[in-house]
């Protein structure tokens, strides 16, 4: 078992994150008429809850987090609510790799941060970004470094944060849809601590003629 920074978390109750998809999965309804056949890659997929809604929307799935405990309560959402195209597995996004162009939308929600440092999230970033077929959408939200307030709320957790304009600059050769650095304000089912994180939210569409 391996903790991707949320375990203590999945660990005191069964959905973590609920069951509402994440603000950029449904702008990406708004570029994408329909997304039946469609293949979606979900890494760092948590309990599953951009997934299972995009797979019954009738995408082709497969979503993986490094922790077991997610991937235990993702796989009893699929249970629950009997969906069949999604496929939930333990793996890391460090080691994983498909071939280039693989899919037609790759998610990484609130992946990066809990990287191990700089060149981590570059390399997994440009593994995200390879793994989109051209034409295809990216679509990227992680804590930045403008205003994190961690202490309280996630004791023990020291996430990799990087400016919003680093991240910018990562995925600088995608069309940019949308790309703004805001503030989040939550209260995790465990510990009920209301807190706020700078977040950077991208999504983009790979170009089919890439700039050099
Ligand atoms: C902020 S949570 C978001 C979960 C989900 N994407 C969502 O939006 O509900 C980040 C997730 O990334 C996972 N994670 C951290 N490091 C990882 C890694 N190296 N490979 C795969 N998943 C990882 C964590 O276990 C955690 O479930």
């Known amino acids: 078992m391996t903790d991707g920074g949320y375990d ?7 959905s973590f994150w609920g069951s509402q998809p994440s603000s950029l999965v449904l702008s990406l309804e708004s570029q994408i008429p329909s997304f039946e056949g469609l293949r979606i890659l979900d890494v760092g997929c ?17 979503a993986y987090d ?3 405990i997610a991937i ?6 699929r249970e629950a609510l009997q969906v069949k195209d999604v496929n939930f597995y333990v793996g890391d996004a460090m080691a994983e790799n498909f071939p280039s162009e693989s899919f037609d939308v790759v998610i990484a929600y609130g992946l990066l941060h809990c990287l191990a440092d700089e060149q981590s999230i570059r390399e997994v970033s440009k593994h995200l970004i390879r793994m989109t077929r051209k034409g295809g959408y990216l679509v990227v939200c992680a804590f930045n470094s403008r205003l994190q307030d961690l202490a309280a709320a996630h004791p023990g957790f020291y996430p990799t944060t990087l400016r919003h304009q680093v991240y910018v600059d990562i995925f600088k050769n995608l069309q940019i849809l949308e790309a703004h650095d805001r ?3 939550e209260t995790h089912p465990h510990n009920g601590i209301a807190h706020t ?15 050099k």
């Open 183 to 185: 503030d989040l304000h």
């Open 72 to 77: 235990d309560h993702a796989l009893a959402a």
């Open 46 to 62: 948590g309990e599953g809850k951009n997934a299972l809604y995009l797979a019954r929307k009738g995408a082709l799935v497969n």
């Open 197 to 211: 994180h700078s977040m950077t939210r991208i999504l983009g569409m790979r170009q089919t003629i890439e700039p």
């Open 66 to 68: 490094v922790s077991d």
């Open 8 to 14: 203590a978390g999945y660990r005191a109750c069964p």
